[in-house]
């Protein structure tokens, strides 16, 4: 949990942080400021869980206070969207004035504030209580998904998100919690977790988990695919929209032969994200970066990578039989790759909320689904996909 001291007052802060950590903290959890100013500037990087904020306190460092300081500064935090709003909200006052005025407008808001002396035991229950509460609700600004812990984990655990590994009672999955900042200077906070098993089974519970327990605005699906021979090269990266699982249907008889209907329901991606992807693609933005960063050389093709945007097929079998891929490529004539488990993280994010989390599948390009399929180039596909993930999450996404 990470808390935000705003008081001019050094010994409050001293007493707060002391609490702070008596209640299990680390110091580098804990940051202070003496004036609103800076609090906005480091709000709108960081989001914190708990802000402790002085009432009567100066706008600006050398300024002189302002009574009203405070509530100004909450009142821009609820309008102002290019910040991240703490999860909880504590004012502390020793002015039985300030405590009058303003006892309303919190009670009204679900916020605390603090009047008189203060106690520094209730103010360790106070943290204590909060730390507790916000371990079981931990929110995250974005998820990312990967079917393989080998592989494909591990090729997004090479990224510089400082994760850290993290479980959760009664919750038999590994989880990794990381911080990205944005080229906007923003911080947002990321978590990753890989499925139990291959397909969309296992890759629709795990999404619909992390959807629920953790609220991410984006959910990211990176890793290997299939790709369909002669529109794509080894290694190149796909954006999936739409895909869909192309086993669903009817299976009947006509003329004394088994003949499969086929019925499938396709998951697009967002209509804002598609025109910035296919942006990308048609500028090559990234790719030259990506390619070059790939250190071994023995599997690097010879060529460099390219985005393609289009229809992604999942299925529930490993595929290297042409004549299957020939079916599938029937339910979308333009379709781009097959592989297991995007259908199942981008249906289960849209069923998740009345307010999902946007989807995008990024997954790169690992052999054709025939017979000469092997593992040769997983390696360097689940590089470039999270790689391009990165790159998409720190200049192009929108957290607004």
Same mark, same amino acid.
């Given at each position: ?6 008081? *001019?007052?050094?010994?409050k +802060?001293s007493?707060?942080t002391?609490?702070a /950590?008596a209640?299990?903290?680390m ?8 004036n609103?100013? *800076? =609090?906005?500037?480091?709000? +709108?990087?960081?989001?914190?869980d708990?802000?402790?904020?002085d ?6 460092m ?12 909450l009142?821009?935090?609820?309008i102002n ?17 300030s405590? *009058? ?10 916020w %605390? ?5 203060h106690?520094e035991?209730i103010l360790?229950?106070?943290?204590t209580?909060k730390c507790?509460?916000v371990?079981e ?20 655990l090479?990224?510089?998100? *400082?994760?850290q590994r993290?479980l959760?009672?009664?919750d038999p999955?590994?989880?990794? +919690? ?5 080229? $906007?200077?923003?911080?947002k906070?990321?978590?990753?977790a ?14 619909t988990?992390i959807?629920?327990r953790f609220?991410?605005?984006y %959910? ?9 021979k002669?529109?794509v090269?080894?290694? $190149?990266?796909?954006? =999936?929209?739409?895909?869909?699982d192309?086993?669903c ?5 006509a003329?004394g ?5 086929y ?5 697009s ?6 025109s ?13 970066k ?8 023995a ?5 460099? /990578?390219a ?8 299925? =529930?079998?490993v595929?290297e039989?042409?004549?299957? %891929?020939?079916?599938?490529?029937e ?9 297991m488990?995007a259908y199942?993280?981008? =249906? ?9 989390p ?6 790169s %390009?690992? $052999?054709?689904?025939d017979?000469e399929?092997?593992? $040769? ?5 689940a ?6 993930a990165?790159e998409?999450?720190?200049n192009?996404?929108?957290?607004t």
């Open positions: 949990m990470k808390i935000l001291i705003v008081d *001019d007052v050094y010994d +802060a007493m707060i002391r609490c /950590l209640s299990g903290l110091h580098d959890n804990i940051e202070y400021v003496t609103t100013r *800076d =609090a906005l500037v480091k709000v +709108a990087k960081e989001k914190y708990l802000l402790f904020l009432l009567q306190i100066p706008e600006r050398g300024e002189p206070i302002n009574k009203d300081g405070g509530r100004n500064f009142e821009t935090l609820e969207t290019k910040v991240n709003k703490p999860t909880y909200i504590v004012a502390i006052t020793q002015h039985q004035e405590y *009058d005025d303003n006892i309303a407008f919190f009670t009204e808001k679900g %605390v504030l603090i009047g008189g002396d106690d035991n360790k229950e106070l943290i209580s507790k509460y371990d609700i931990q929110k995250f600004d974005l998820a990312i998904i990967v079917a393989l812990e080998h592989t494909e984990l591990q090729a997004v090479q990224l510089p998100f *400082d994760w993290f959760i009672d009664g999955t590994i989880y990794y +919690a990381g911080k990205v900042t944005l080229a $906007d200077g923003t911080v906070s990321i978590v990753c890989s499925c139990p098993r291959m397909g969309m089974v296992s890759s629709s519970s795990i999404t988990k959807c629920i609220s991410p605005q %959910v990211i699906m990176t890793g290997i695919s299939a790709g369909i002669g529109k090269n080894l290694g $190149d990266i796909l954006i =999936a929209d739409p895909v869909w192309w086993g249907g009817k299976l009947t008889q003329e032969k088994s003949k499969m209907l019925s499938p329901h396709q998951v991606l967002d209509s804002t994200l598609r910035i992807f296919i942006s990308n693609s048609v500028s090559k933005k990234h790719l030259a990506i390619y070059d960063k790939y250190p071994k050389q599997r690097k093709p010879s060529y460099g /990578l985005v393609h945007v289009g229809p992604v097929a999942s299925g =529930a079998v595929l039989d042409p004549e299957t %891929v020939v079916y599938i490529k339910q979308h004539r333009n379709t781009i790759g097959v592989e488990e199942g993280v981008a =249906a289960a994010a849209a069923y998740s909320s009345t307010k999902p946007k989807t995008i599948i990024i997954k %390009v690992c $052999d054709f689904a017979p399929k092997n593992d $040769d180039w997983q390696e360097y596909a590089f470039t996909s999270a790689q391009y990165y998409t999450i720190v192009d996404l929108d957290f």
